[in-house]
């Protein structure tokens, strides 16, 4: 939902910036204590990037002044938590800003919030209360990365309801109208991500068995009994 250059009112574009920081800030220290306390992860933190970049850049035309695409943070926020995304995610979108054209600067407080912030935290939380409640581990990644990205539409939505309300219906109106009108092409995308964030995470599972389990995706099998007094003998 990358919202363009110069679109939002200045002091909007500042609050959206101002709100977004403290999220980064503390996302550039997690990140930080990643790497330094596992290097080994370093690897995976470049592909989840790379997945937010590339799945980001697929754009498609719809409100004026925004656009519809995936989100690609779902991956990234089940696998190293929300604040490591709030870090990726926005050096996507600043690299994106400047090098695609895709979003702005101005603009990137509120691109930041909606989909490195938000998004994250709202697939996070659904994924979490999901394999608690023992669900299987692709039923929770779906619908994280489900959730990540329409959580993300929405906000877009309320960003542009309350930087432009509807002359006559105020920002209930504009809400309105701007969520349908994303919904058209967000909701299937976002059962897409959903589905190739599984098709991603299979993958995963299988090269990356011992990395998945120390990040707690992979959950450690329990020694038997008989296991348990082989090893104490």
Not at 66 to 79: D, E, F, K, R
Not at 103 to 122: D, E, H, K, Q, R
Request: glycine residues 10%.
């Amino acid at each position: 939902m990358h919202i363009a250059e110069g679109f939002l009112p200045p002091a909007h574009a500042v609050a959206w910036g101002v709100a977004s920081a403290p999220f980064v800030v503390h996302g550039v220290r997690s990140l930080t204590r990643e790497v330094r306390e596992h290097p080994e992860s370093t690897l995976l933190l470049g592909a989840s990037g790379a997945f937010t970049f590339v799945l980001s850049a697929l754009k498609l035309p719809s409100v004026t002044g925004s656009c519809s695409h995936p989100t690609g943070t779902g991956l990234g926020a089940i696998l190293f938590r929300p604040p490591v995304m709030a870090v990726l995610g926005t050096i996507t979108l600043l690299f994106q800003a400047l090098l695609l054209a895709h979003g702005g600067l101005t603009t990137l407080g509120a691109n930041v919030f909606s989909m490195a912030i938000v998004g994250p935290w709202a697939g996070y939380a659904v994924y979490t209360l999901l394999r608690r409640s023992n669900a299987p581990l692709m039923v929770a990644v779906f619908s994280g990365a489900f959730v990540a990205d329409l959580s993300t539409y929405c906000v877009t939505s309320v960003q542009l309801a309350v930087a432009f309300p509807d002359p006559g219906s105020g920002f209930l109106g504009a809400l309105g109208k701007f969520g349908s009108i994303f919904a058209v092409t967000q909701i299937p995308l976002a059962v897409s991500e959903g589905l190739l964030t599984v098709l991603v995470m299979r993958l995963l599972v299988q090269s990356s068995k011992g990395e998945l389990t120390r990040l707690g995706v992979l959950r450690a099998k329990k020694q038997t009994r008989t296991e348990t007094e082989a090893v104490t003998r």
